[in-house]
């Protein structure tokens, strides 16, 4: 399987202040990533779509102006949270499709944000 | 009603016995369909994916697929206690984009 990495892992964070997450494909070039969050005891929820060299796709309900999604290189993608609150305190986590096919998505370990 | 559906559980086998989850989706042009582990705190593992109606297996793990009624199951085998965790069931639309739909994930509890 495919391997991607996240970092970081956890951050804690004051409110007001912007936080930056990264994630990489480690062993192979991804055109294509996703971000989702999860909160407690519920499902992924699908917040973007990132794509390399052009602007990412946001799902509906998401704010493009909060999250901002940057695909710079064919391994990295990041997502910023501006402005952090308290209710964006979650699990972000990002997915990359695999040599496997378009269709199977391998997940990075996810990074726990808790803004105070 | 939600585009993937799962009984959040929990559900509770005894150890070596089957463990079956279920899952129904809503979009009859769903293509492919995934299942995923979930451990708690941590981000899901990909188990197995199913494009076509039928079994699939690998080792302990079998997809079954019934695309007429639109619901895909997964079996799991001698079922150990470190299988406990969070099973998703994902489904992929297909087209240019490639989102994976995700149902809210059934808790298996396997009892020692």
């Known amino acids: 399987g495919a391997v991607v990495s996240q970092h970081p892992s956890r951050v804690i964070c004051k409110s007001g202040t912007s936080v930056k997450i990264e994630c990489r494909s480690l062993?192979?070039?991804?055109?294509?990533m996703f971000w989702y969050r999860q909160f407690p005891k519920q499902s992924l929820m699908l917040m973007a779509t990132?794509?390399?060299?052009?602007?990412?796709?946001?799902e509906q309900g998401v704010e493009k102006d909060k999250f901002l999604i940057n695909h710079a290189s064919l391994t990295l993608s990041t997502l910023t949270v501006t402005s952090a609150h308290p209710e964006d305190s979650s699990f972000y986590i990002c997915?990359?499709?695999?040599?496997?096919?378009?269709?199977?998505?391998?997940f990075g370990p996810g990074t726990r944000l808790l803004v105070l | 009603q939600k585009e993937v559906e799962q009984n959040s559980g929990p559900l509770s086998v005894p150890e070596g016995a089957i463990a079956s989850l279920n899952c129904t989706y809503s979009?009859?042009?769903?293509?492919?369909f995934f299942w995923y582990r979930q451990y708690s705190g941590k981000s899901p593992e990909l188990i197995m994916f199913?494009?076509?109606?039928g079994d699939k297996e690998d080792g302990r793990f079998t997809a079954q697929l019934n695309k007429a009624s639109q619901y895909v199951s997964l079996l799991i085998r001698d079922s150990q206690p470190s299988d406990s965790a969070t099973y998703l069931c994902?489904?992929?639309?297909?087209?240019?984009?490639?989102?994976?739909?995700f149902g809210t994930g059934t808790l298996l509890a396997v009892q020692p």
């Open positions: 979009d009859r042009g769903s293509q492919s």
């Open positions: 990132s794509n390399e060299g052009s602007k990412a796709t946001y």
């Open positions: 062993d192979f070039q991804a055109t294509t």
């Open positions: 199913i494009y076509s109606n």
């Open positions: 994902a489904v992929n639309r297909g087209g240019a984009t490639n989102k994976l739909i």
């Open positions: 997915s990359a499709p695999g040599r496997g096919g378009q269709e199977t998505q391998y």
